[in-house]
């Protein structure tokens, strides 16, 4: 081999943390620097040895090119153990410009499984994805009869990091931060009692030690975040990384105001204060939790009641720290975006819904339609927290299931909406349509004119070269198919789908400025959306011999979504009953080629994904998943299942981890 080619190979390996027994190192100035953007000016490095000395660097270097996945076949029944386990089969080709280009194979590589006893980096253990009340005192499962801490099968959100000066003992190479949020646990440890939603989501900051010659990462300390500041946290689905360097959460399904007294709400209440004494608010929950990583490994949260009372997922802080875009996982939803005041700061601002235009259609033949945006009010975080903690739903609005017109005594001053699927009637309080605005933010978005038609809008991303936003359908159903009145669906959203497409879809959303909103007044922004059109879609089957009733070749429910600038792809992960096997996909946005990058175990969702394109000169893909063997197929259950609770403690451990490039295959052209 050729000089020039080693350190094409060299180079090459640093797109994805290798597996540790690759023989190499490169100084973070690598390859990355050259990526994307359309610079093919040379790049050129300085390699390092294993124990850290230089050595003479090699006299070539070639820049990078561009790069593309291989598509790895969905697994089957002709090898059920690779349907019960991650299986990654795909393979990264990287080309240079000088016609060199290196293919390897990715494989995935966990931190641990949730019931894992971790370090806790004080000399002791500590239980992943374990649960803790506001006292941060474990909250314990009697289900089996020996009471055991209660710990998560579903982690999700996951953002990876550096803080400048980290010191963490333990750590030999580079210190980098994890940030995992655990969703919700399915059933006690029993598997008897349903346990969606009944206790407070755990959040986590992982230590991990970055080989600097190899990327490989190794937890050193597992760190469990106190969240009583936030009152606790109510199901932390998907997560983004700020461009401070801040990890986004999420509280996804907020709590109706209008019936606290559930028996879920009442559990949570119990299972987060260790009493049922202390009653239930639903206005502290739907909000947006902001965790602060410190150089020890610990970290602070603080939650920010400005964005809006929605169904929070995974959202989008654009390049300029002040703009938020957000999707809505829930029927009659819609497309929000906020306005800080100030740059990196999400604690004042203005909220917007958009208004879908005429033409909008998920056929992504068709052009699309135009968005304009209706501003809900401008308010602090202090001031809808305050609101939260003095209001109750009745003190706010009116509500009625029926038509006040058609009562014995006609009341005509009540307002038509469609909330969650179904319709009421709404008549807001004299003058607390700002505390509406933040706090019933689903029921005032529809009286101020918002198109509250989208069905599970989950996650979104930006593509900053393109100027173009992502987000996920993670099924296109009820409140947007036309006429689907029984579900939700109204002529106002102007989102008239003539046919549901259970399989979902991910739309594009052209960004720009100098827009201003219904009223007229400027939209203070360069990264407004300001037209969307679909971009894939899944396709519906009848069902196969696996049970897929979405088609296995094309994505399937999309749900976490983030986009690489360096690789120009689009990674789309799934949350889907539709496949057997949900999938992890990469779509490269100028090729349009879709490849299946790696199957989660039958029954789980593929969550936590976070595209890192440089981390001290290592680019990596974030993945986790959920639920394992949870619903699986009849059509695989008895050969699968099985094997699925084997692997992943009777279906209720769930991993935390990341693709990375396997050394066993390396081939190099030239």
Request: net charge negative; charged share 15%.
């Amino acid at each position: 081999m050729s000089e020039k080619l080693d350190a094409t190979r060299r180079k090459a390996l640093k797109f994805l943390a290798g597996a540790p027994m690759l023989p190499l190192g490169l100084a973070s100035t690598s390859l990355l620097a050259g990526c994307g953007g359309g610079d093919d000016a040379p790049a050129t490095t300085t390699p390092t040895s294993p124990g850290g000395g230089t050595t003479t660097p090699p006299a070539t270097t070639v820049a990078f090119k561009d790069a593309s996945f291989t598509s790895m076949p969905a697994p089957s029944l002709a090898n059920p153990a690779e349907m019960a386990t991650t299986t990654v089969g795909s393979s990264m080709k990287v080309n240079f410009v000088d016609g060199s280009s290196q293919t390897y194979k990715l494989s995935y590589q966990p931190f641990f499984m949730t019931g894992d006893m971790v370090s806790d980096g004080k000399g002791g253990q500590i239980l992943a994805g374990g649960y803790f009340d506001i006292n941060n005192q474990p909250i314990m499962d009697a289900s089996t009869g020996t009471p055991a801490q209660f710990y998560s099968d579903s982690p999700d959100g996951t953002s990876l990091l550096k803080i400048d000066g980290a010191k963490v003992d333990g750590v030999k190479g580079n210190t980098v931060f994890a940030v995992v949020q655990f969703e919700y646990t399915t059933t006690d440890q029993a598997k008897l009692v349903s346990m969606y939603g009944k206790l407070p989501s755990p959040i986590a900051i992982l230590t991990l030690d970055q080989d600097p010659a190899t990327g490989k990462l190794k937890l050193v300390k597992y760190h469990n975040v106190d969240t009583s500041s936030a009152n606790g946290l109510w199901i932390t689905c998907g997560a983004s990384l700020s461009p401070w360097n801040t990890h986004l959460s999420s509280e996804e399904y907020e709590p109706d105001a209008a019936n606290p007294g559930t028996a879920q709400n009442l559990a949570f209440a119990k299972n987060l204060y260790g009493t049922a004494s202390i009653p239930f608010n639903p206005y502290l929950y739907g909000h947006l939790p902001e965790v602060t990583v410190n150089a020890d490994g610990t970290g602070s949260i603080r939650k920010h009641y400005c964005l809006g009372r929605i169904s929070h997922e995974l959202v989008q802080v654009m390049p300029d720290n002040r703009t938020v875009l957000m999707g809505d996982d829930a029927t009659n939803s819609g497309l929000f975006m906020f306005v800080a005041d100030k740059e990196k700061d999400l604690s004042a601002g203005t909220l917007y819904v958009a208004k879908v235009g005429t033409g909008f259609s998920v056929n992504p033949a068709d052009p699309g339609a135009d968005l304009t945006w209706v501003k809900l009010g401008h308010a602090t975080s202090a001031q809808v927290e305050g609101w939260a903690k003095s209001h109750t739903f009745a003190d706010i609005m009116e509500l009625s299931a029926t038509d006040p017109a058609l009562n014995a005594t006609p009341d005509t001053t009540f307002t038509k909406i469609n909330y969650s699927g179904a319709t009421q009637w709404i008549k807001i309080k004299p003058g607390k349509e700002l505390v509406a605005a933040f706090l019933e933010t689903h029921r005032y978005a529809f009286v101020a004119g918002g198109s509250m038609g989208f069905t599970k809008m989950e996650g979104t991303t930006v593509n900053i070269r393109d100027k173009v936003a992502y987000s996920a359908l993670q099924n296109i159903v009820d409140s947007m198919v036309l006429n689907n009145t029984a579900k939700g669906w109204n002529a106002q959203s102007n989102i008239n789908v003539p046919a549901a497409i259970n399989a979902g879809g991910v739309m594009q959303h052209k960004l720009g400025g100098g827009q201003k909103d219904t009223s007229g007044a400027a939209i203070n922004s360069e990264w407004v959306p300001i037209h969307t059109q679909a971009l894939i879609v899944g396709k519906d089957i009848a069902a196969d011999a696996l049970g897929n009733t979405a088609d296995p070749s094309t994505i399937g429910n999309p749900d976490n979504l983030k986009f690489s600038e360096k690789l120009r792809t689009l990674f789309i992960g799934e949350d889907s009953s539709n496949h057997t096997n949900n999938f992890l996909w990469a779509y490269n946005v100028d090729t349009k080629q879709l490849s299946r990058l790696m199957s989660v175990p039958a029954g789980g969702e593929s969550t936590g994904l976070h595209a890192v394109d440089e981390l001290n000169g290592w680019t990596y893909i974030m993945s986790n998943f959920q639920h394992a063997g949870d619903g699986i197929k009849a059509a695989v259950k008895t050969q699968v299942e099985p094997l699925v609770f084997a692997n992943y403690r009777n279906g209720l451990g769930a991993s935390v981890g990341y693709l990375t490039a396997d050394a066993t295959s390396i081939k190099i052209t030239k």
